[in-house]
């Protein structure tokens, strides 16, 4: 299937070879699933899987006062990343409101790798733009010059091992490098979104297929599998990250989403939204994102109303939901009234016309054991 109107990642005809499943996806064309989602939701949690991310925006930050101006357009202080670190953080509005979360790796003392969610590389890379002015830093919306590739599981570091340096297989977790990859100059992270390790590789686009098909070749006797959209939601629900435009969007503060912790107000010069952010942290917030489970076969679904089983009042809404493959039962992620969050509280969520019982649990739903 050819979605016409879409952007073409540079390993279109790969998937496409492997018999995948497209979708549009912030205007992009992704495998949504080669074959079986459940097969390659299993192959990650127990192998490997093999991701095209090449829709994520990319956007360098480089100059004299580039972390600077970095401290200025975000909610955290990326000044302080150590050179071949990364983080993750926000952009927020003025009003606290949550522009997007992203991950920003320092490449050097004046050049950061800034990554964006697909639906809102643009805005993003305006927003930090307009922020810079002032400051000695530019800002260049790279995304076009880069494809993104990951290899997420268990056996995502023996498949590296076949192929990468010694030093790209024991990079901490949260950390970039430059090396080369299959004769391919490459910068590897060892990052991910599905709650297992993992390296995502950030090369050219004229470059994407070999180093695809290099991990490929790699993985084989470790059976990793190519992996699609589908699955990754499902990867990352259970590990309880959140999505933006389900669990985080501009209505709410970081504060609001559980993640105040990335937040750092002591900047000099302070930051876009700081007086915003600050307030809704010190009122307190009006709602608490929790996951929650039920034994019912009928799943939560993203914008079902939360209700209190006793008095049938609406006291939240489901973000997030999606039965998991690991757990053997549906699972989702809401948000509800504080007075209602507490792990172990009974509730209901209405699912096409009758209510399902469900129980708060704390996040996340799943953690690797190794």
């Not at 993750?88 to 320092?106: A, F, K, S």
């Amino acid at each position: 299937m050819t979605v016409q109107t879409s952007k073409l990642t540079a390993l279109y005809d790969i998937h496409r070879a492997l018999g995948a499943t497209f979708m549009d996806f912030a205007g992009w064309a992704m495998p949504l699933r080669y074959d079986s989602e459940i097969a390659e939701h299993t192959a990650v949690r127990t192998t490997a899987g093999l991701f095209d991310l090449s829709h994520m925006g990319e956007i360098e930050v480089t100059g004299r006062e580039s972390g600077r101006a970095l401290d200025f357009a975000l909610v955290g202080r990326p000044s302080r990343i150590a050179s071949g670190r990364a983080r993750y953080t926000m952009i927020c509005d003025v009003d606290g409101g949550i522009i997007d979360d992203l991950v920003v790796y320092r490449l050097g003392d004046e050049r950061y790798l800034v990554v964006a969610n697909a639906s809102n590389a643009t805005a993003v890379a305006r927003e930090l733009r307009e922020r810079a002015r002032g400051f000695e830093a530019d800002v260049d919306d790279a995304s076009e010059r880069w494809s993104l590739i990951a290899v997420q599981g268990p056996r995502a570091a023996a498949i590296a091992a076949e192929i990468a340096p010694l030093e790209v297989v024991s990079l901490p977790y949260y950390a970039i490098t430059k090396t080369v990859l299959a004769s391919r100059d490459v910068l590897i992270a060892r990052t991910g979104y599905t709650g297992e390790d993992g390296f995502e590789v950030y090369c050219h686009p004229d470059d994407a297929a070999g180093v695809w098909n290099s991990l490929a070749a790699a993985g084989k006797r470790h059976d990793l599998r190519p992996a699609g959209l589908a699955c990754r939601d499902t990867l990352r629900l259970e590990a309880g990250m959140p999505l933006y435009g389900q669990e985080l969007d501009r209505t709410l503060t970081p504060f609001d989403a559980g993640l105040g912790r990335v937040v750092t107000f002591d900047k000099e010069g302070g930051f876009v939204g700081d007086q915003a952010i600050l307030d809704r942290r010190d009122q307190g917030s009006e709602r608490t994102l929790v996951g929650l489970v039920t034994g019912s076969r009928r799943t939560p679904r993203h914008g079902h109303t939360v209700v209190d089983p006793s008095s049938g009042e609406p006291v939240g809404w489901v973000t997030s939901g999606a039965p998991s493959p690991t757990l053997g039962h549906p699972i989702a992620m809401a948000y509800v009234d504080p007075s209602r969050s507490m792990a172990g509280t009974p509730l209901k969520v209405e699912v096409r016309g009758s209510d399902v019982d469900v129980q708060v649990v704390e996040l996340p739903f799943y953690r690797r054991r190794h």
